[in-house]
């Protein structure tokens, strides 16, 4: 049993920047992948930023160069900086943990409304 929490999410204005995490308990593995992922009202859910075991990151095209992803192994806390924001981030945002078996977890979201 995994359980995911995220937190840090809020109301803020254009150009601004937030980080928000997730924290993990349960059954957490080193070798669990961790992302982000984010849903904009009336849109499918989409996909943020991952990282993996080892550290390796990688992301979305429209959010690499603004948004970085990171983990801390020790407090099973992941980790999303987000800079510059935009109105069209404004999303509900979920961690993600998936597991080579297959095994996957979400949290319940957290909301980012960014005004213009």
């Known amino acids: 049993q995994v359980q995911l929490v995220e937190s840090g999410g809020g109301l803020l204005q254009a150009g601004g920047s937030l980080r928000l995490s997730c924290a993990a308990s349960?059954?957490?593995?080193?070798?669990?992948?961790m992302g982000w992922y984010r849903q904009a009202p009336g849109k499918q859910r989409e996909w943020v930023a991952t990282i993996n075991t080892s550290g390796s990151t990688s992301y979305a095209d429209s959010m690499k160069e603004r948004f970085t992803i990171s983990r801390d192994n020790a407090k099973n806390t992941l980790y999303l900086q987000m800079n510059n924001l935009k109105p069209e981030d404004t999303a509900v945002y979920y961690c993600?943990?998936?597991?080579?078996?297959?095994?996957?977890?979400w949290g319940q979201g957290t909301q980012v409304p960014v005004s213009s």
């Open positions: 993600n943990l998936r597991r080579p078996s297959g095994f996957t977890s």
């Open positions: 349960g059954n957490i593995f080193r070798q669990d992948t």
